[in-house]
């Protein structure tokens, strides 16, 4: 893990404004150099070292973001995380110890949003962790003036309701859609651009704040779930079509469930 003694100056939060963060990893080392850090640079942090304490602390608390390990011993953060989505859409950054594409892709498709490689570079977690944390707070929660004025980018026949301001969609049955931030904000960036194809090296520059690089399967990997969530059909796909050396068009919400 890469030591970075002194503090980042950008952001350094006040009690009534720190972000609560979850640190989970089986190594007793690393919790300590992550959470020293993290709290150095304003950032309230909970530890667990096995699923268990995790799953106990998601009960008992909430969280504003975690941050995930991939292997715990006999445990995988896969399995941690899987269950953790069945409550909770907390964002989440796993960490991997190999640079292995097929366990970025499984991870996302859990429903990470976003991943970093050990050993871990704290100056880039700690980015990673600002640029999810100011995606999935613009949810709003302030209320007010704010919060009424959140405009409906997409109704069909009243049918599908997509609100990016509050970052909710709902079904045509009115059953709220569950979407990871990293699903959601793919989504904003579709429906704001519906009509005209979107290149995977604009969508990964705007969504994940990266470079696209043809070995990285992450865009793909949401695409299908959002697929999963929206199409009628995910085998043949009519509202996120793939434009073949392109990269994705939104043809706007199906009419029909």
Not at 154 to 167: A, H, K, L, Q, Y
Not at 209 to 233: C, H
Request: proline share 5%; aromatic share 6%.
């Amino acid at each position: 893990m890469t030591n970075v003694s002194i503090r980042d100056d950008e952001s350094q939060g006040t009690a009534m404004s720190k972000p609560s963060l979850l640190l989970v990893d089986d190594d007793p080392d690393i919790l300590e150099e992550l959470g020293s850090y993290l709290s150095a640079n304003g950032m309230a942090v909970s530890q667990a070292s096995d699923a268990r304490t995790a799953l106990q602390m998601f009960r008992d608390n909430t969280f504003d973001l975690i941050v995930l390990d991939l292997w715990l011993g006999n445990e995988n953060g896969f399995d941690l995380l899987r269950e953790i989505r069945q409550t909770h859409m907390t964002p989440c950054i796993m960490c991997t110890a190999q640079d292995e594409a097929t366990d970025k892709v499984v991870g996302l498709e859990l429903g990470a949003d976003d991943y970093v490689v050990k050993p871990v570079n704290l100056r880039e977690l700690l980015a990673r962790i600002r640029a999810l944390l100011r995606r999935s707070q613009t949810s709003g929660g302030g209320g007010g003036a704010q919060e009424e004025q959140s405009v409906l980018m997409d109704e069909v026949g009243s049918r599908w309701i997509f609100d990016p301001m509050r970052r909710k969609l709902s079904s045509p049955d009115g059953n709220l859609v569950p979407l990871t931030t990293a699903e959601c904000d793919l989504l904003i960036e579709l429906v704001a651009h519906e009509g005209r194809p979107q290149t995977r090296e604009e969508l990964c520059r705007r969504v994940f704040n990266r470079q696209w690089q043809p070995y990285d399967r992450s865009l793909d990997s949401i695409v299908v779930k959002l697929r999963r969530k929206l199409e009628p059909n995910p085998d043949h796909p009519m509202v996120i079509k793939t434009i073949r050396g392109k990269g994705y068009l939104f043809t706007g919400f199906p009419t029909e469930s």
